[in-house]
């Protein structure tokens, strides 16, 4: 029942938060992001208008089965020779006869296969000259034609059968939009990171920067002073250089890292320049949750493939395209049907109305009623054989495919839990290399400050130093990224509650633990 709801819902509940580009004054976080993607990313749109297009889809399959009438309203002239006995013999004699017709009929197939056609007809015929008793007369009658399949086209699983696929379809392609919205909402949320991780870069590239010259101003006033050579100026102007270019560098990665982020979100271009710098740090480590991942891999694989809106529509659609192979089948088979007709008719000669209904009720005789029985039997049968072939490898795709989807979302969860915790252990031991630099620049510059190092020493350990600051951003970036891939897939990243689907903040930045694993 929640599928009538869900276009509706996942379009206008969004955590409770509306339409707009109201970022926080202080920058621009994680949530407004992901909410921006909601409502303007072009590709999340585009999937909804093919919603709206396979809900078209199921109208139009119903006219199969819609009422139908048709009216029809006729003249005839016809002149003719008639003989006629004379006292001098057999004489011809033109004759004018008019005839007039109308009838309604109308028509319905059901979805059983019985079709139904009510007809009501009325002719009169004028014969001029009025010599003979038959010269005017009237006729009406009324019919019932019941035509029932009864091999070939009965049953509703059979005769409806694209309507009920396009019910189906229709069903997929919500969940393929919940689908491409998880998709653009974790694409937003990396693209975030990152966005993050260049300004957290470009500040550290600058920091070296700024290092570098306070060095150059540090030497040019030791030398001096006569207590360096001149030589060790070079070396700090080039590393003044590289620091400087390597700035440049992050500026231009910090630039497209921001454009990124703005398309990613569905930003119109002219407000790309406007976008706020990010407000949120990276997600911190919470080794007790990352030991429920590892101690819960099992079950949160199992549990995932059903979470999964795009196994969802897989499901449907294998669905849909058995329930299209069985019509096939059927459509196979001989056409034998039973054809029944009811009626009656009746006659009114003394009416000289142009339009007269009176012969439907006037001299009715009584009932008439007739039934054949009509058997077919294509001999080759190419098109229904052909038809079928097609349908059965359409299913048997269908099944490769959801089989693939189900082994991938398995292989995709295993390696985004290796992943996380791949990446813990790389940020502990650049944690230890850190601290391990820190000690080692301090060591490096005491040593020079005493003659017994070189500047060319000093340079060589900051630039590690600065590697590896760098280095834990990108872990962090990583680490943040690999929260949202595994929420992806794990079919976590939205959730369903009832009849809502809606994007909480705390699934953002948050592992799915075991107690936020909910069963579709």
Known sequence: ??????????????????????????????????????????????????????????????????????????????????????????????????????????????????RMTPTLKVTRTDAFPRIYDSSTNSNGSVTLEINVPLRRGWGEQNVAANETASKIEYEASLFDLNHKISQYAMQTIQNYWEYVGAKKRLDQLKMSEQRASRMVKEMSALIQADERPKSDIEQVFANLANKTASRLNGENLFFQAKQNLAISMGIPFDKIDGLP???????????????????????????????????????????????????????????????????YSGRDDYNNEFINFSPLSKNVAGL????????????ENNSASGLLYQKLAQYRQALISTDNTARTISSNVDLAIFSLKNIIMQLYKIEEAINSYKRAVENESKKFKIGTSTILDLISTEDRLSEVLLNEISGRVNYSNAVAKLRFETGTLLTLKGKEVIIEKDKLMTLPIKESIQTR
């Not at 480590?285 to 897989?314: G, H, L, M």
């Not at 019509?327 to 088979?333: D, H, I």
């Not at 008439?368 to 001999?379: G, H, K, Q, T, V």
């Open 1 to 114: 029942m929640f599928i009538l709801y869900f276009y509706f819902i996942l379009f206008f509940c969004f955590n409770g938060i509306s339409e707009g580009n109201d970022y926080s004054d202080q920058g621009l976080t994680l949530f407004d992001a992901v909410k921006e993607a909601f409502y303007n990313q072009p590709n999340i749109l585009i999937q909804k208008e093919l919603v709206e297009a396979n809900k078209a889809q199921i109208q139009s399959a119903k006219g199969q089965f819609d009422h139908n009438v048709s009216a029809s309203f006729g003249l005839n002239h016809d002149e003719s020779m008639v003989p006629t006995s004379t006292y001098n013999g057999l004489e011809y004699q033109k004759k004018d006869t008019e005839s007039t017709s109308y009838a309604l009929n109308f028509n319905k197939q059901y979805r059983s296969g019985i």
């Open 277 to 343: 710098m990010p407000k949120d740090e990276f997600i911190q480590i919470n080794d007790k949750d990352v030991t429920k991942i590892t101690d819960q891999r099992n079950q949160i694989i199992s549990e995932s493939i059903n979470q999964r809106s795009d196994y969802i529509a897989s499901q449907k659609r294998k669905d849909e395209a058995n329930i299209v192979m069985k019509a096939a089948k059927n459509n196979e088979l001989s056409k034998l049907d039973f054809n029944l007709n009811l009626g």
């Open 368 to 379: 008439n009623a007739s039934f054949y029985i009509r058997w077919e039997l294509p001999i």
